[in-house]
């Protein structure tokens, strides 16, 4: 009988150890990738149905791809037109925040996202947009929400 007691405790050993792991495994895969997805901050008012947008993407350790897709609405002659802003690069993640720093012929880039819930991130721009070859009053500055999972363009 105290055979089959230990055999029995041995399993259960096993087991649990095995479940845990299991679990420990998922969750730091689960914590990389949680921040993936397409973020978007919608413009108010006449310009409601435009976006400025984020991509970001795991790109292992501490290391995120962020794409910036932004623009400037505004009105000429009575016509919507836009001011437009691309870049994008490896950001490095402390926590829950990324640091992107991009020096290119341009200038030295340099925009902080701050991922505060599940599915919101507040950027801030320390630099003006030109040093991002953005367009004029181009910013990436505001609190963007994440349209949807994954990274895969339209």
């Not at 949680?34 to 400025?52: I, P, Q, S, T």
């Not at 701050?114 to 910013?139: I, M, R």
């Amino acid at each position: 009988m105290k055979i089959k007691n230990s055999i029995v405790a041995f399993a259960l050993l096993i087991l649990t150890t095995t479940f845990a792991s299991t679990i420990s495994a998922q969750t730091k895969r689960t914590a990389s990738n949680n921040y993936d997805g397409v973020y978007k901050l919608y413009f108010k008012g006449r310009f409601k149905n435009f976006a400025n947008e984020i991509v970001v993407k795991s790109r292992g350790k501490n290391k995120l791809f962020v794409g910036f897709d932004l623009i400037h609405p505004y009105i000429v002659g009575g016509e919507e037109t836009v001011n437009m802003g691309e870049t994008g690069g490896e950001a490095i993640l402390k926590g829950n925040t990324a640091y992107f720093d991009n020096t290119d012929q341009f200038g030295n880039c340099k925009i902080t996202l701050k991922f505060v819930k599940p599915d919101t991130l507040v950027v801030t721009q320390e630099t003006d947009g030109y040093s991002c070859a953005f367009g004029n009053n181009v910013t990436a500055r505001g609190t963007y929400k994440k349209s949807r999972a994954g990274t895969k363009p339209r």
